[in-house]
């Protein structure tokens, strides 16, 4: 069963960076070492063009992907080129050094990526409706309290298994508008999108729990993605990650987002 669920935990780390692109990289692709990266003075990642609040072309509002990038080049002492993938745009075609927001798991990359340190805890949340009965997990749900829920998602087939009321979407977005009308109890999406609906829309009454921390298959870290790296690359990069962490940088930027920055 575990090879499915990492599978899946990749296929939703990448679908927040695509959002619907479809994204192959070719492995046989160049990709630069540290030394390349510096006689270049560059360093690429691939982002979406409109994956709030991931990532963005808005200048104010480029989403915590392309900022933590940025200040992952800047501490590298390099700028950021940004490689936009768009739905009927392969990101083979294109030569990205770094991707965010990789599960961080080798076992479902198959030699793809080399990865950073974590830098987030990432997975489903349990969003709630203005006026719902705080818990802490899913299993405090009681009978007749639906939930949104993503077609196909893990997140459904758990609430199901588990007795609970659930009604599917096909979109976040259109689960949490009909959260805030009334007409659910509660949510499950993406933390991120959850957090950030709720930092967009204070009057909402909406709260965010992590309330499938218990499950392993809708909790998980993620981490750089390093394409085809040298181990000299990966080792800079996570030098730098941990100076962003230990100095606020990264909880700072989710911040702007609505989102906690926490480390299981």
Same mark, same amino acid.
């Given at each position: 069963?575990?090879?499915?669920?990492?599978? &899946?935990?990749?296929?939703?780390?990448? *679908?927040?960076?695509?959002?619907? =692109?479809?994204?192959?990289?070719?492995?046989?692709?160049?990709?630069?070492?540290?030394?390349?990266?510096?006689?270049?003075?560059?360093?690429?990642?691939?982002?979406? =063009?409109? =994956?709030?609040?991931?990532?963005?072309?808005?200048?104010?509002?480029? +989403?915590?992907?392309?900022?933590? +990038?940025?200040?992952? *080049?800047?501490?590298?002492?390099?700028?950021?080129?940004?490689?936009?993938?768009?739905?009927?745009?392969?990101?083979?075609?294109?030569?990205?050094?770094?991707?965010?927001?990789?599960?961080?798991?080798?076992?479902?990359?198959?030699?793809?990526? #080399?990865?950073?340190?974590?830098?987030?805890?990432?997975?489903?949340?349990?969003?709630?409706?203005?006026?719902?009965?705080?818990?802490?997990?899913?299993?405090?749900?009681?009978?007749?309290? #639906?939930?949104?829920?993503?077609?196909?998602?893990?997140?459904?087939?758990?609430?199901?298994?588990?007795?609970?009321?659930?009604?599917?979407? *096909?979109?976040?977005?259109?689960?949490?508008?009909?959260?805030?009308?009334?007409?659910?109890?509660?949510?499950?999406?993406?933390?991120?999108?959850?957090?950030?609906?709720?930092?967009?829309?204070?009057?909402?009454?909406?709260?965010?729990?992590?309330?499938?921390?218990?499950?392993?298959?809708?909790? &998980?870290?993620?981490?750089?993605?390093?394409?085809?790296?040298?181990?000299?690359?990966?080792?800079?990069?996570?030098?730098?990650?941990?100076?962003?962490?230990?100095?606020?940088?990264?909880?700072?930027?989710? =911040?702007?987002? +609505?989102?906690?920055?926490?480390?299981?």
């Amino acid at each position: 069963m575990r090879k499915p669920i990492l599978k &899946w935990r990749a296929r939703f780390a990448l *679908a927040a960076l695509c959002a619907g =692109a479809v994204f192959a990289f070719a492995t046989d692709a160049s990709a630069r070492t540290l030394a390349e990266v510096k006689a270049l003075n560059t360093i690429t990642m691939c982002a979406n =063009a409109e =994956a709030l609040p991931y990532s963005s072309k808005n200048p104010d509002l480029p +989403g915590f992907q392309l900022e933590i +990038g940025r200040a992952l *080049a800047d501490g590298l002492g390099l700028s950021l080129n940004v490689e936009w993938i768009l739905g009927r745009r392969r990101a083979n075609v294109v030569n990205c050094d770094m991707m965010l927001d990789v599960t961080n798991d080798p076992e479902v990359h198959e030699g793809k990526f #080399k990865l950073s340190h974590p830098y987030q805890t990432s997975g489903v949340a349990l969003a709630l409706g203005k006026g719902a009965t705080p818990i802490s997990d899913f299993k405090e749900l009681q009978k007749g309290q #639906k939930i949104g829920v993503m077609v196909g998602s893990f997140a459904s087939m758990v609430l199901g298994k588990a007795g609970k009321s659930t009604s599917p979407y *096909a979109f976040q977005t259109d689960m949490l508008d009909d959260l805030v009308k009334g007409e659910l109890y509660g949510a499950a999406a993406s933390s991120a999108s959850v957090s950030y609906y709720i930092n967009q829309h204070p009057d909402s009454g909406l709260t965010v729990v992590h309330g499938f921390d218990t499950e392993p298959q809708l909790k &998980w870290e993620v981490a750089v993605g390093l394409r085809n790296a040298d181990q000299a690359l990966v080792d800079a990069v996570n030098q730098v990650l941990d100076k962003l962490l230990a100095d606020g940088t990264i909880k700072a930027i989710y =911040a702007k987002y +609505g989102i906690e920055q926490r480390l299981r």
